[in-house]
T-cell receptor, first 112, second 114 residues
Framework: EAQVTQNPRYLITVTGKKLTVTCSQNMNHEYMSWYRQDPGLGLRQIYYSMNVEVTDKGDVPEGYKVSRKEKRNFPLILESPSPNQTSLYFCASSSPRNYEQYFGPGTRLTVT | AQSVTQLGSHVSVSEGALVLLRCNYS??????LFWYVQYPNQGLQLLLK??????LVKGINGFEAEFKKSETSFHLTKPSAHMSDAAEYFC????????????FGAGTRLFVKA
């Protein structure tokens, strides 16, 4: 089954404690992306990757890091989380042939 | 720079009535346009997309949308609403000339009354 998986699904942490949210896809997609969803703001793109070792900033990259060492994985790293990063995060993957994005189930992060 | 505006954060219709969700975009290059649906506590699912070719596109669950370049619009319609259509709907635009930068609208929550 074609899918995008994210872990963990829920995470509560404290300010400043580094964390990583993993994302993996099994569709051999070149493109992957991270979004955050906040009420009234829709989804905002944090970072995207067009292939292994190729990443670029989206609209809200501050406070986040990503890496793309393997085609299937695209982890999101928060090195020093702050309360304003409390949000619902989605990973997505896509083929460059149609840009149709497949979304993971989401990770709800709370930073206290 | 790209942007997406969805008119109306909430839309309420009666079951069986026409659904119309509005989306206007701006893009300096030819756009790829999308509508996604999000059911409660779930991820997003593609409803339909416009890339090239026919400007009237049909999607899943009876939805369709028309790309109007002159009006920079991509409104989503469904002739007859069903209770199961209640969800949040997002319009999105990606640049068609390379890159994967994608802009989403703020979303429209659709309520369907019995």
């Amino acid at each position: 089954e074609a899918q995008v998986t994210q872990n963990p699904r829920y995470l509560i942490t404290v300010t400043g404690k580094k964390l990583t949210v993993t994302c993996s896809q099994n569709m051999n997609h070149e493109y992957m992306s991270w979004y955050r969803q906040d009420p009234g703001l829709g989804l905002r793109q944090i970072y995207y990757s067009m292939n292994v070792e190729v990443t670029d900033k989206g609209d809200v990259p501050e406070g986040y890091k990503v890496s793309r060492k393997e085609k299937r994985n695209f982890p999101l790293i928060l090195e020093s989380p702050s309360p304003n990063q409390t949000s619902l995060y989605f990973c997505a993957s896509s083929s460059p042939r149609n840009y149709e994005q497949y979304f993971g189930p989401g990770t709800r992060l709370t930073v206290t | 720079a790209q942007s997406v505006t969805q008119l109306g954060s909430h839309v309420s219709v009666s079951e069986g009535a026409l659904v119309l969700l509005r989306c206007n975009y701006s893009s300096s290059v030819p756009p790829y346009l999308f509508w996604y649906v999000q059911y409660p506590n779930q991820g997003l699912q593609l409803l339909l997309k416009y890339t090239t070719g026919a400007t009237l596109v049909k999607g899943i669950n009876g939805f369709e949308a028309e790309f109007k370049k002159s009006e920079t619009s991509f409104h989503l319609t469904k002739p007859s609403a069903h209770m199961s259509d209640a969800a949040e709907y997002f319009c999105a635009v990606s640049e068609a000339t390379g890159g994967f930068k994608t802009i989403f609208g703020a979303g429209t929550r659709l309520f369907v009354k019995a």
